[in-house]
């Protein structure tokens, strides 16, 4: 297809009128400079096959500013579905460490061994006190008093700070 002197001139007018216009847009899509140039490249590659179909509807601001953000919406969408994102030793993570985590189930270990070394009664509210019933909640299935539910609960801590080895 033969290019105009006519699609050349609109060309260049709209790079030399719009240029910083566009540089305006690919910034705000993209930080790094090599890329925002890249991209106001690839948006003045993008103006120049989509000349011909310019009717003058609407400005050539406004068309080229449309341009600009398609181009810039494709490579964010490049950039998102990029899975060899680069990430190093020095990159913190939001988990916990393995010796964290480690020493975690240790201690859940070792409370669950001194839980089964309680006397059954107070086996029982303990184990349901972990699981979140409140002491009313814990007397109505035991079938017995909030008061004796908080004795057995109180000698229970006792007993686990003594078994597990921590001061009172």
């Known amino acids: ?24 847009i690919v910034s705000s899509y993209e930080a790094r400079a090599a890329l925002a140039e890249e991209l106001a490249q690839e948006t003045f590659t ?17 068309f080229l500013a449309r341009i600009a953000h398609n ?20 990159t913190p993570s939001a988990a916990d460490s393995p010796e964290t985590v480690a020493g975690r189930n240790l201690e859940r270990t070792r409370l669950l061994e001194a839980v089964s070394a309680l006397p059954l009664a107070q086996r029982q ?34 007993r686990l700070r003594a078994l597990m080895g921590v001061a009172s």
């Open 46 to 62: 993008a103006l120049w096959r989509a000349l011909p179909a310019w009717r003058g509807e609407a400005s050539m601001r406004t």
């Open 71 to 90: 181009v810039c919406v494709s490579h964010v969408r490049r950039e998102v579905r990029r899975t060899d994102t680069e990430i190093d030793d020095q």
């Open 125 to 158: 509210v303990v184990t349901l006190h972990l699981e979140g019933f409140t002491d009313r909640e814990v007397g109505e299935t035991l079938g017995i008093s909030e008061g004796n539910v908080g004795v057995r609960l109180t000698r229970a801590r006792t």
């Open 1 to 24: 297809m033969e290019t105009s002197p006519e699609q050349i001139e609109l060309f260049d007018e709209a790079v030399r009128d719009h240029g910083a216009l566009v540089a305006r």
